[in-house]
């Protein structure tokens, strides 16, 4: 069962190689992080005292969470999610996959274990992108000193764990609508759907029902500001859980296998 | 032994509507065999539920000798495949495309450049497969098969798309693989004259029934069997008599009497018999059914 599902893991993996979605996870890691670089850039007399202060990297994450969290992540998961599960279907490759000595459980699997390490790869450049923001302008010049605080992995973890979780419903629903409909739209159309009204529904005691709105919670849990009726992070696994379910049980059975 | 082995293969879609009833495929060990039929006969359909890419609804399918249902990976491990159109990475090049299923069948990395070869696609370098002509996406699909040194080779319509000579390298290369390592091969098919030279047993089907299925020397006899003479007399039942008088099978059709094709002198016999007893022959007519008459007789009655 192992290495059958590594193959068909390394034969997902290459598939997604120049691929749309690629090249949305690159440019979308590094996107915030380059405007958040000119932005400081513009605000130079008070880039060294803000390299100087302790909390320097706390000021950073907060910045680019700020526009990454609330609409751009979700986002760009939902167009991740369904670029990927498009290639089968934009390359009509469906039916050759389904005529391969793989069990149906490891194509499902293994497409979204692709889609997880690409999401776990932005979060990477992300914050790969933040360093940089931090340390370019002091490489560039001298009189800026570099931050004045050091990243501990706790500390990564505490950045970034929530907003992964708070993506995990997004992936769960784009995977399980992009496996069952041809059309690219359908799948785009819903997750944007689904992501205006969770930001309309921000606001609203019972907000947390809905499964996109758990980024955007989570930036503003960041800010101290959390909803008391629901633990989001238990709201997501779960969406996502019950999402993944669903979404086996519709592809296994599927009476067209391409 | 059979190779492929279908028993009562029905198959309905949404609305009830027949696409496949009780099919009866035997496709032997070793052989070419020629799916016939015209567009919307069932070919394809039946081709899907073989691989397992519909779901079976009544019947039984065996591949090698064992029940797809209960053995699919282990069959899907020596089956190749081509259904339809070309199943390419269009933003990847051939090689990528081929490494995609080499790490599923974990096949030796040199199989990719062998059947690169074999299909002549060995110097496309960094092109993209979106980039290729129709017939380069085909040979690469046909690469695709080929991949894991199949035993059952199935290619729906695999020539769409080739150029003559690319229809002629494919018979070759098909026969090839036959030959030289006995790989079965079921090929389909709408024209019988595109895979009459390169088939040793032909099936034959329309409307979701198998109207013919046997070696292509049993098709040939067929069509020797219905090849015929007619006579255009101005009195039918009168000729009829004395052709059946002197032991003659004839009958009469379309208004004309009906021979089989006998000898050019037996010909000019019946005639002067004929004539001798006062009939005007006014035609005689010997109409050759070739392979590709018998199939439309088929497909149309």
């Known amino acids: 069962m192992i290495p059958s599902f590594v193959h068909s893991f390394q034969s997902e993996w290459l598939k997604k190689k120049r691929s749309a979605a690629v090249w949305l996870v690159m440019i979308g890691g590094f996107f915030i992080p380059a405007i958040m670089l000119i932005a400081r850039f513009n605000d130079f007399n008070n880039l060294a005292t803000h390299n100087g202060s302790p909390q320097v990297w706390e000021m950073l994450y907060k910045k680019c969470w700020q526009f990454m969290g609330l609409f751009l992540l979700p986002m760009g998961v939902i167009m991740a999610t369904s670029l990927i599960t498009q290639i089968e279907f934009r390359n009509n490759t469906w039916k050759q996959v389904h005529a391969t000595p793989q069990k149906l459980t490891n194509i499902f699997f293994s497409k979204l274990l692709v889609i997880l390490t690409m999401m776990m790869q932005f979060f990477i450049l992300f914050n790969l992108g933040i360093y940089l923001t931090g340390i370019i302008p002091a490489l560039l010049f001298k009189k800026i000193p570099f931050p004045n605080q050091s990243i501990t992995l706790m500390f990564l973890i505490k950045q970034n764990l929530p907003y992964f979780i708070s993506c995990l419903p997004v992936i769960g629903f784009q995977y399980l609508i992009g496996l069952q409909f041809k059309n690219f739209l359908v799948s785009i159309g819903a997750g944007l759907g689904l992501l205006v009204a969770a930001l309309i529904a921000i606001p609203w005691k019972f907000g947390y029902i809905i499964p996109y709105v758990y980024s955007a919670y989570t930036f503003l849990a960041s800010n101290g500001v959390s909803n008391p009726l629901a633990n989001i992070q238990v709201w997501a696994i779960g969406y996502f859980i019950l999402f993944i379910v669903v979404g086996y049980i519709l592809y296994i059975n599927r009476r067209e296998k391409g | ?301």
């Open chain 2, 1 to 301: 032994m059979y190779c492929l082995y279908t028993n009562n293969l029905t198959h309905r879609f949404s609305g009830n509507e027949m696409a496949l009833s009780k099919v009866n495929l035997q496709v032997p060990d070793g052989s070419i065999y020629g799916f016939l039929g015209p567009n919307g006969a069932g070919k394809t359909t039946t081709l899907r539920l073989v691989l397992g890419l519909l779901q079976k609804q009544e019947g039984i399918i065996e591949i090698f000798g064992k029940s797809f249902q209960r053995n699919r990976i282990e069959i899907l491990k020596k089956v190749g495949s081509l259904i339809e159109t070309p199943s390419l990475y269009g933003q990847l090049t051939a090689v990528e495309n081929l490494t995609v299923w080499q790490s599923i069948y974990q096949c030796p990395k040199q199989r990719i450049n062998e059947v690169l070869g074999l299909v002549d696609l060995n110097n496309t370098g960094k092109k993209k497969a979106s980039q290729f002509s129709l017939g380069m996406k085909q040979r690469l699909s046909i690469a695709v098969a080929l991949l894991n040194s199949p035993s059952l080779l199935i290619l729906d319509e695999p020539t769409n798309g080739l150029d003559p000579n690319g229809i002629i390298e494919m018979r070759g290369l098909l026969r090839k693989l036959n030959e030289e390592q006995g790989i079965t091969v079921l090929v389909s098919s709408h024209l019988l004259s595109e895979i009459e030279k390169l088939v040793t047993h032909v099936g034959i089907i329309n409307k979701g029934k198998l109207l013919f299925q046997g070696t292509l020397n049993e098709l040939v006899s067929k069509q020797q069997q219905s090849s015929a003479l007619f006579f255009d007399t101005n009195e039918n039942n009168r000729a009829l008599q004395i052709l059946n008088d002197h032991n003659f099978p004839a009958h009469t059709a379309k208004d004309k009497i009906v021979l089989p094709v006998l000898s050019r002198q037996t010909i000019a016999r019946i005639n002067q018999q004929l004539v001798e007893n006062g009939i005007e022959v006014y035609e005689i007519t010997v109409v050759k059914n070739d392979l590709e008459s018998i199939f439309v007789d088929l497909v149309n009655h």
